[in-house]
Nanobody
Framework: QAQVVESGGGLVQAGGSLRLSCVASGRTFSTYAMGWFRQAPGKEREFVGGITWNRNTYYADSVKGRFTITRDNAKNTVSLQMNSLKPEDTAAYYC????????????????????WGQGTQVTVSS
């Protein structure tokens, strides 16, 4: 089982940027895909984007072109760069590790992820 810890959330004005980081330990990090999800108050958790072990990425349509996910396997870290933020991006953001190693494509369903962080809050003001 991996431990996953997110950081980097905060308050930003619309149009601004934030960079979230996620550090995972307890697994062979480099062999697992990592996903980012978010949950706004009163809404279901939704997929934001993910990156496979070999750096294939996939994004939700709502963030495509604005958000970028990268990983640094030497530091067991995955990052979510968020640009052109909108008020509707306001949510708690969660990082999670895929249950299965060496998956060749990003999975968007949250049940495929087995280790979750505690979340970091992102608030975008209008």
């Amino acid at each position: 089982q991996a431990q996953v810890v997110e950081s980097g959330g905060g308050l930003v004005q619309a149009g601004g940027s934030l960079r979230l980081s996620c550090v995972a330990s307890g697994r062979t990090f480099s062999t697992y895909a990592m996903g980012w999800f978010r949950q706004a108050p009163g809404k279901e958790r939704e997929f934001v984007g993910g990156i496979t072990w070999n750096r294939n990425t996939y994004y939700a349509d709502s963030v495509k072109g604005r958000f970028t996910i990268t990983r640094d396997n030497a530091k067991n870290t995955v990052s979510l760069q968020m640009n052109s933020l909108k008020p509707e991006d306001t949510a708690a953001y969660y990082c999670a590790a895929d249950r299965m190693s060496l998956r060749s494509a990003v999975v968007t369903q949250d049940h495929a992820y087995g280790d979750w962080g505690q979340g970091t809050q992102v608030t975008v003001s209008s």
